[in-house]
């Protein structure tokens, strides 16, 4: 009797060591979608990185929304395996976003996307919650959004017991909202990656490093998720932390809410000049070392090319990204612009050398992505 009591004592601290190893999301109630997505990526990470781009469902520079069109799809033959989308303004309640994207068309693509077996992430460029309630004066074109940072306090109004708390918790209703109606047809929440606050190591934006303090930053984090997880019970949130450049890990966690709330450590680095590919990767080496040892997801969920250089996908960006476990890279939109004369529009969405990314081991797009079978299905 003693022996058996013993061996099952040893089995269940087995088991639950096992458990505690076995990487899942932060959220304890995740939905079975959200947990089998954030296991497939973190195996995933190791295997491949996958191409994700931002709006690459909703236009290009030469089109506007037409459906099932891609970009990326358009040069390669194969949609990207991270779809993109941007939420700023749907916390005023506006039907389109700051990019005059509609959400009903976003929401829509979201789910067919998922449907496909492809990756969602989110960003959300909110507008300022102070500075738009006080007169444009000075007319700047900055005025009351994501990049006014003319004022130190906003963080601060907007946590509990500020003055725009109440304002807040309206802007964090109506994306709840929004979250909770994206479901499968039968009714399932299709599980997505969410970014928001991103790029804390600048200043240009109003939760930027030099607009809030590291604490005020970590509040505001908590504050969200738990806003979603606890008062609105959705459990199919994988929060990707998120910072522009950055020389340090020290940097890099400035801020960092914590491991109960966050999924994916992420960072932004686009290509400003020759010392882009040193910089890039001396900070993801240390950024998915952390990260695993977190047992967290990783991304370079921003970057772009440098002006006029023709094979920066091949050259630049894939060597350094091979070398370590980056979940997915995402490049930005192709903003829509109607008014480009036929000798500005690039002919192609693409420069040539994209084709070596698509064509590289190393990268996945949707189609290798559906073989894998992310949501199990
Ligand atoms: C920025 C720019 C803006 C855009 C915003 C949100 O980086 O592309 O033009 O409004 O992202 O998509």
């Known amino acids: 009797m003693k022996i058996f009591n013993l061996s099952l004592l040893v089995l269940a601290v087995v ?20 947990v089998t997505l954030f296991r497939s990526l973190y195996k995933l990470q190791n295997q491949g990185v996958m191409y994700g781009h931002q ?16 970009d990326t799809k358009d040069f390669t033959g194969d949609y990207p395996a991270v779809a993109g989308f941007e939420l700023g303004h749907l916390e005023l309640g506006n039907e389109r976003s700051l990019d005059s994207v509609s959400f009903a068309q976003i929401a829509e693509q979201i789910k067919v996307h998922y449907q496909r077996g492809g990756v969602i992430t989110l960003s959300w460029h909110a507008n300022n919650p102070l500075t738009m309630q006080i007169p444009d004066t000075l007319r700047q074109r900055q005025h009351g959004t994501a990049w006014d940072v003319s004022s130190k306090e906003v963080v601060a109004s907007i946590l509990p017991e500020g003055k725009n708390h109440d304002l807040f918790n309206t802007w964090l209703e109506r994306l709840a909202t929004f979250f909770i109606s994206l479901k499968d047809d039968d009714g399932t929440p299709i599980p997505f990656i969410f970014r928001p606050y991103h790029e804390h190591s600048g200043s240009f934006f109003w939760w930027g490093t030099n607009i809030c303090t590291d604490e005020e930053y970590a509040a505001l984090w908590r504050y969200t998720v738990d806003f979603f997880r606890y008062k609105k019970d959705i459990h199919n949130i994988l929060y990707a932390y998120n910072t522009d450049r950055v020389t340090s890990l020290e940097q890099y966690m400035r801020g960092y809410p914590g491991d109960d709330i966050i999924d994916m450590l992420s960072l932004d680095m686009y290509d400003r000049g020759e010392q882009f590919g040193g910089e890039l990767d001396i900070a993801l080496e240390f950024v998915t070392m952390e990260a695993i040892a977190r047992n967290k997801l990783t991304a370079l969920s921003e970057t772009g090319g440098r002006r006029g250089m023709q094979d920066w996908w091949s050259s630049v960006l894939l060597p350094v990204v091979s070398k370590y476990p980056v979940g997915y890279v995402l490049t930005w939109r192709h903003t829509y612009r109607p008014w480009f004369s036929k000798m500005d529009a690039p002919a192609q969405p693409f420069p040539d050398d994209f084709i070596n990314l698509y064509n590289s081991p190393t990268t996945l797009f949707l189609k290798e992505i559906q073989e894998a079978n992310i949501y199990n299905r």
């Open 15 to 34: 088991l639950f060591s096992s458990c505690e190893r076995s990487p899942s999301p932060a959220d304890k109630k995740a939905t079975k979608e959200t």
């Open 55 to 70: 709006d690459d469902l909703m236009y290009g520079r030469t089109w506007w929304y037409e459906k099932d069109r891609s």
